[in-house]
């Protein structure tokens, strides 16, 4: 990946991860408002103001350092902000004496944003393409009409058709014999229905075709075999598949005409993927959304959990999300499709019970709503240095191995 590639993916990573934590910072702000509270200010990033708009009661500024942002509410715990401290706030409206509803409502809203905004690049994203996430060719790995088993197998399907059939991932390879010049290098052509041979790796592979990544992963190996052979050649087995449910319609194999050597270029055109699968209507679409946002959402506990097994690489700071972002800027899908995870993600870590984070503070005003009283102070100090010490200690070394990998 080149240095200017990685240079813009930064900058698009980090401004990434500052409208999905603006966008979290509005969510307390909508309670904030809704609930009467007195909002000194709305601030995107941290820092020195570069930028202030001063309303009658709410400032909005924009701050030097684009990494988060942060809703300032009035607190009698807290001294006002410089320039406001002339201004005269009643009780009923500091934070400290608002209902303790409101105020667990105002912290969830901040992380509910976070999943609101993934549930809808999700279902949206999947409401357009109409794609199965669950396929390799959602993530890019598709035919494409230069390469040889389209090629192929588009003259091998409208050979005796008078009407052009467009070929697209409704065909999964079935086999492939490899050749030099004569000599065969492997078969595994199955041209009966119930042969041993093929793909299959158990009786359900025999009918699903969302398992044929196997099949990839099988050929890239086979493929080795004539790495250092010359006149290299291929034919492949291919068989239909139900673009909606990725079932195999039962049916003969059909085989191909042996490639020419020339369309072979050494493994790099062969364009053997999994078939795309589509849902059969927007309901389908709309419901998958919902799931691969749990599902993703689910990837930062596991990575979270690896942290007690001595295991930090599967986390990821502001470098290692710039890093991503850059190998997903040349595709519009699969870049919303890391946003929306990125969203997900910011969900659940925000959600874990460890202080500053907003879980620990919903399980602290549930715990005040359950004794009827304010924690002690003097509890609430300790509990939060430890934390915050903790939190931004885990942050550098992220970063740290973000730089390393």
């Not at 060719?137 to 399907?157: E, P």
Request: charged share 20%.
């Amino acid at each position: 990946m080149s240095a200017g590639m990685i240079t813009l993916g930064f900058f698009v990573g980090i401004l990434i991860l500052l409208i999905l934590i603006t966008l979290h910072e509005f969510g307390h702000f909508i309670i904030a408002k809704l609930s009467k509270a007195y909002v000194y200010e709305f601030a995107i990033g941290f820092g020195p103001r570069i930028f202030v708009f001063k309303g009658k009661e709410t400032w909005l500024s924009i701050r030097a350092f684009p990494l988060g942002g942060y809703c300032s509410i009035a607190s009698d715990k807290v001294d006002p902000p410089a320039e406001r401290e002339d201004e005269i706030v009643p009780k009923e409206r500091m934070m400290d004496y608002i209902a303790r509803w409101k105020k667990l409502l105002f912290i969830l809203f901040g992380p509910l944003m976070n999943l609101f905004i993934a549930i809808f690049l999700f279902t949206t994203i999947f409401a357009v393409t109409q794609v199965k996430p669950n396929d390799m060719s959602f993530y890019g790995a598709t035919y494409n009409k230069d390469m040889i088993a389209y090629k192929l197998i588009d003259q091998k399907v409208n050979k005796h058709s008078e009407a052009k059939i467009e070929i697209d991932q409704s065909y999964v390879i079935w086999g492939w014999t490899l050749y030099s010049n004569t000599e065969i290098l492997f078969d595994n052509i199955c041209q009966q229905n119930n042969s041993e041979c093929g793909p299959k790796i158990n009786e359900l592979d025999n009918k699903q075709a969302a398992t044929y990544e196997k099949t990839v992963y099988n050929f890239l190996d086979h493929l080795q075999l004539g790495k250092d052979k010359e006149n290299v050649s291929i034919k492949f087995a291919f068989r239909q598949v139900d673009r909606f449910t990725g079932k195999v319609i039962d049916q003969e194999v059909q085989i191909t005409e042996q490639s020419t050597q020339a369309d072979y270029k050494g493994g790099e055109s062969i364009g053997i993927a999994a078939p795309t699968r589509y849902f059969a209507n927007a309901g389908q679409a709309y419901l998958a959304g919902w799931k691969e946002t749990f599902t993703q959402s689910l990837t930062i506990i596991k990575s979270f959990g690896m942290l007690f097994t001595g295991n930090i690489t599967q986390l990821q700071g502001p470098v290692g999300v710039a890093g991503q972002t850059a190998t997903m800027l040349a595709n519009g899908q699969q870049f919303f499709m890391y946003v929306a995870m990125l969203s997900a993600n910011l969900f659940i870590l925000n959600m874990i019970f460890i202080p500053p984070l907003d879980g620990y503070k919903v399980l602290e005003t549930i715990i005040e709503m359950i004794i009827r009283k304010e924690l002690p102070q003097k509890y609430k100090i300790i509990v939060y240095s430890a934390g915050a010490i903790l939190f931004l200690s885990l942050f550098v070394l992220i970063t740290i191995f973000d730089f390393i990998l």
